[in-house]
């Protein structure tokens, strides 16, 4: 059964700081796993996902992430923080059929 | 720009009372997923149609959630009767294919208080 755990529920940066949102997965298969970011009062946005074309996946807003096979994580960073990245940011591993499992969220907060 | 849209955004009720949620695909979109958002469980997965076949139920509440496809642009949540413990946001999402690469497209939610 695939699982995501993300660590830490709360991460707060400074603007133009590197925001760095950990998560890692289990998987008994090659796992498909996305981040996707939620607003306040909002749907939740794909920011990226990893599909095994490349380790190194860019998506939207600056932000991308690097599938490590060893380490088992999917960790997402942006170089520069911006304000309006203050979010809640979803990591999920898919299921068969295609179904999402995710993780807790991490909800990030940007300090002028 | 096609978008999942969900109807209505906001319902308060009171315990007993049914409630009808709905959610459009994105057009040509084959597969709709129904989650469930909650401060204790965050996201989970309720059920989701392919085809407008239920393929996954496990995640509802057998004895008081329904959920259908009556048509390719339509899907349903139903709860009844409701209970305060169903206060949530519930998200809709489609997909094209159903494969486990494929990107979900989520809806806005719709904000359920029971009461």
């Known amino acids: 059964a695939q699982s995501v755990t993300q660590l830490g529920s709360h991460v707060s940066v400074s603007e133009g700081a590197l925001v760095l949102l950990r998560c890692n997965y289990s998987?008994?298969?090659?796992?498909?796993l996305f981040w996707y970011v939620q607003y306040p009062n909002q749907g939740l946005q794909l920011l990226l996902k990893?599909?095994?074309?490349?380790?190194l996946v860019k998506g939207i807003n600056g932000f991308e992430a690097e599938f490590k096979k060893s380490e088992t994580s999917f960790h997402l960073t942006k170089p520069s923080a911006h304000m309006s990245d203050a979010a809640e940011y979803f990591c999920?591993?898919?299921?068969?059929?295609?179904?999402?499992?995710f993780g807790q969220g991490t909800e990030l907060s940007v300090k002028p | 720009d096609a978008r999942v849209t969900q109807t209505p955004r906001h319902k308060v009720t009171e315990m007993g009372q049914e409630v009808t949620m709905r959610c459009q695909p994105i057009?040509?979109?084959?597969?709709v997923f129904w989650y469930r958002q909650t401060m204790m469980q965050g996201l989970e997965l309720l059920a989701y149609?392919?085809?407008?076949?239920?393929?996954?139920d496990s995640g509802m509440p057998k004895d008081r959630f329904s959920a259908e496809m009556p048509d390719a642009t339509l899907a349903t949540l139903k709860i009844q009767p409701s209970e305060p413990r169903d206060s949530a946001v519930y998200f809709c999402?489609?997909?094209?294919?159903?494969?486990?690469?494929?990107?979900?497209?989520f809806g806005p939610g719709t904000r359920l208080l029971v009461l």
């Open positions: 999402a489609s997909g094209l294919g159903g494969q486990v690469k494929e990107t979900q497209y």
């Open positions: 998987s008994s298969v090659p796992p498909y």
């Open positions: 990893y599909t095994s074309a490349a380790t």
């Open positions: 999920a591993v898919s299921a068969t059929g295609g179904k999402l499992i």
């Open positions: 057009l040509g979109h084959n597969t």
């Open positions: 149609f392919r085809n407008r076949a239920p393929l996954d």
